[in-house]
């Protein structure tokens, strides 16, 4: 299947710092991801729908002014964390879409904020 | 909220057919039944798909009732690596109109040895 990988596959950074996190297709062009967290012993949560040039699409009750999404490129996409706090810590996991509507997972970037 | 409901878990001894049922009752002509699993800490890693017809690859099969309400997916020879939460999802597919996953709770498979 497609490839899609994330960097960092972990992180710990101090409150109140910012933290990027990558999603890339490394063998197709993905003009829609998707950003996900997870929190321990639960199930995966969408949170934006990152489309490549346009603005990302927000489910309900997730800050976008917090979790800042960009989608410069058909390969890459970007999950910044701003001024994270320790309730942040989660797993992240993106997913990219493929032409054919196929969707592939990253394998996640674990946030622990100190 | 996930259109599907699953048993939290199941146990299945190693070497023996793993059945995963899932209820989709709600499920729209347009949507078809996808089925991922998710191994601690790592993303969800694909495994089948189907509308309305059975289905099968090398991972599993897919049955899925003629009314659509409901499906199973099987492992034919569960090992220990097939311990893993499996989540069944409904979803619109095909090209840039394919719907986003969302995610029930899934079923927490354990294989034993």
């Known amino acids: 299947g497609a490839v899609v990988s994330q960097h960092p596959s972990w992180v710990i950074c101090k409150s109140g710092t910012s933290v990027k996190i990558e999603c890339r297709s490394l063998?197709?062009?993905?003009?829609?991801m998707f950003w996900y967290r997870q929190f321990p012993k639960q199930s995966l949560m969408l949170m934006a729908t990152?489309?490549?040039?346009?603005?990302?699409?927000?489910e309900q009750g997730v800050e976008k002014d917090k979790f800042l999404i960009n989608h410069a490129s058909l390969t890459l996409s970007t999950l910044t964390v701003t001024s994270a706090h320790p309730e942040d810590s989660s797993f992240y996991i993106c997913?990219?879409?493929?032409?054919?509507?196929?969707?592939?997972f990253g394998e996640g970037s674990r946030l622990t904020v100190l | 909220d996930a259109k599907t409901t699953q048993p939290p878990s199941m146990d299945c001894a190693e070497g023996r057919a793993a059945n995963l049922p899932c209820n989709h009752s709600?499920?729209?002509?347009?949507?078809?039944v996808y089925w991922y699993r998710q191994i601690h800490s790592q993303g969800p890693q694909y495994i089948i798909h189907?509308?309305?017809n059975n289905e099968t690859n090398e991972m599993a099969s897919l049955i899925i009732t003629e009314d659509r309400k409901s499906s199973t997916l099987i492992l034919p020879h569960a090992t220990l690596r097939d311990t893993a939460v499996y989540y069944c999802?409904?979803?619109?597919?095909?090209?840039?109109?394919?719907?986003?996953?969302?995610f029930g709770q899934g079923t927490e498979l354990s294989v034993k040895p």
């Open positions: 063998d197709f062009q993905a003009t829609t």
């Open positions: 709600t499920i729209s002509g347009n949507e078809y």
């Open positions: 997913s990219a879409r493929l032409v054919s509507g196929e969707l592939f």
């Open positions: 990152s489309n490549e040039g346009s603005k990302a699409t927000y």
């Open positions: 999802i409904v979803r619109v597919a095909g090209g840039n109109q394919g719907g986003k996953l969302i």
């Open positions: 189907g509308l309305k």
